[in-house]
């Protein structure tokens, strides 16, 4: 089983060049359109050239890739970080009901990935950033919660 996930890209080129550096080479390359078609993570992702594609605002919606040990977690950041890709780690985050370590990479079209590893559960909806409760998971958001929370990857560093 695969999830498809279809996405515009602006940038055609610079798209496929940051998921390239995330999931290796695509399975198809046309002029208009590129996919990755994956056994792990089972997904099958899609580009679609769209010139006018609009960059979407960090907190409308995010993608995520779950890995079940901490080793393909690392190698799946290591592969970003040497492809280049800006990153934004987090660990022992308490969001959603779950604690887990992650890491952020968002592509040229402002399409957010998290990329995770769970190591525990958690009685809260909202996450925790260094012990401090942070209200990012609902419909309240401040300024301040999109520069630290988990469900804002609106910051990268490498």
């Known amino acids: 089983m695969r999830v498809h996930i279809n996405l515009p890209a602006s940038n055609l080129k610079a798209s496929t060049s940051f998921y390239a550096?995330?999931?290796?080479?695509?399975?198809?390359?046309r002029e208009?359109?590129?996919?990755?078609?994956?056994?792990?993570?089972?997904?099958?992702?899609?580009?679609?050239?769209?010139p006018r594609a609009e960059t979407p605002a960090a907190t409308d919606r995010h993608y995520g890739v779950e890995v079940f040990d901490h080793t393909a977690l690392e190698a799946m950041h290591a592969?970003?970080?040497d492809a280049g890709i800006d990153t934004r780690v987090e660990e022992a985050i308490s969001c959603c009901y779950a604690v887990g370590d992650k890491f952020w990479a968002t592509d040229p079209d402002g399409n957010s990935w998290e990329f995770?590893?769970?190591?525990?559960?958690?009685?809260?909806?909202?996450?925790?950033?260094?012990?401090?409760?942070?209200?990012?998971?609902?419909?309240a958001q401040?300024?301040?919660?999109?520069?630290?929370?988990?469900?804002?990857?609106?910051?990268?560093?490498?």
């Open 32 to 50: 208009d359109y590129v996919n990755w078609r994956l056994d792990s993570p089972g997904l099958h992702l899609a580009l679609v050239h769209a």
């Open 21 to 29: 550096g995330l999931f290796g080479a695509p399975s198809k390359v």
């Open 142 to 158: 401040s300024s301040a919660v999109k520069s630290t929370a988990c469900c804002t990857p609106s910051e990268s560093v490498q």
């Open 79 to 81: 592969k970003a970080k």
């Open 116 to 139: 995770w590893v769970r190591t525990g559960e958690s009685e809260d909806l909202a996450p925790t950033v260094r012990d401090e409760a942070v209200d990012c998971c609902g419909p």
